[in-house]
């Protein structure tokens, strides 16, 4: 059991730059894989980036390769999304995963857990 809550959203313009956070309780931080999504709306949610429990294994979204950034500190029990070079295609609440298996959660149906969402505007 985890409960995630995101912060970081806001508005920026393109070519702009937002670095979201996601803390989670609880003393087992360490042993989930973590992921972020996005939901524009009218459009379904979307996977954006994976990470290990260790860190060791992560994984984009083709659209966001190369510009977006996962890490963990899991002694802070807390999960980054770094967002670089932004563009307005990427406004969309972002949501952080949390998955309890060994596989990172690259689809939503393999997210266990989810926090409440962040907004991220960027204007053009």
């Known amino acids: 059991q985890v409960q995630l809550v995101e912060s970081g959203g806001g508005l920026v313009q393109a070519g702009g730059s937002l670095r979201l956070s996601c803390a989670a309780s609880?003393?087992?931080?360490?042993?989930?894989?973590m992921g972020w999504f996005r939901q524009a709306p009218g459009k379904e949610r979307e996977f954006v980036a994976a990470i290990s429990s260790s860190g060791g294994r992560l994984v984009y979204a083709a659209s966001v390769k190369g510009r977006f950034t996962i890490s963990r500190d899991n002694a802070k029990n807390t999960v980054y999304l770094q967002m670089n070079s932004l563009k307005p295609e990427d406004t969309a609440v972002y949501y952080c995963?949390?998955?309890?298996?060994?596989?990172?959660?690259?689809?939503?149906?393999?997210?266990?857990?989810w926090g409440q969402g962040t907004q991220v505007t960027v204007s053009s």
């Open positions: 995963a949390a998955s309890d298996g060994i596989v990172v959660p690259t689809t939503s149906k393999a997210a266990d857990y």
């Open positions: 609880g003393r087992t931080f360490s042993t989930y894989a």
